[in-house]
């Protein structure tokens, strides 16, 4: 299964940048950040067979970020959230793999491999 995260996710440096500032902000911005992740799961099923495989195509528009910073925590913690996702530990999660690919603009294509059933 694929999904799109059609918008730009925050980094870890953003969240570092956020919890230095202010010890409550980053979690406020997690939040929001998971709301507006939220609209574009709205369709997706709920995942049926476990453990599950993540490869995530980090589309990106300025090559000079560092694919290590890129953040999946709101995705999966949202995902959990809305059902979709039993628990993202090691017993349902058993790799993800990073890959950068060159665009326009920055957004996430996600795809879950299920185990066979």
């Not at 799109?4 to 500032?21: A, V």
């Not at 799961?41 to 560092?66: A, E, G, M, T």
């Not at 993202?88 to 665009?103: F, L, P, S, V």
Request: glycine residues 2%; neutral net charge; hydrophobic residues 35%.
């Amino acid at each position: 299964m694929k999904v799109i995260i059609d918008m730009k996710l925050n980094n870890w440096n953003d969240t570092i940048k956020q919890c230095r500032y202010n010890k409550y902000g980053a979690n406020n911005i997690k939040k929001k950040e998971m709301q507006e992740i939220s609209y574009f799961l709205k369709d997706v099923p709920k995942i049926q067979n476990y453990p599950v495989k993540l490869i995530c195509k980090w589309h990106i528009k300025n090559v000079c970020s560092d694919l290590d910073n890129k953040s999946l925590k709101s995705v999966l913690d949202i995902m959990q959230k809305m059902g979709i996702l039993e628990n993202d530990n090691m017993k349902h999660i058993t790799g993800i793999e990073y890959q950068a690919i060159k665009d326009d603009k920055d957004y996430l294509e996600l795809e879950i491999i299920e185990a066979e059933s």
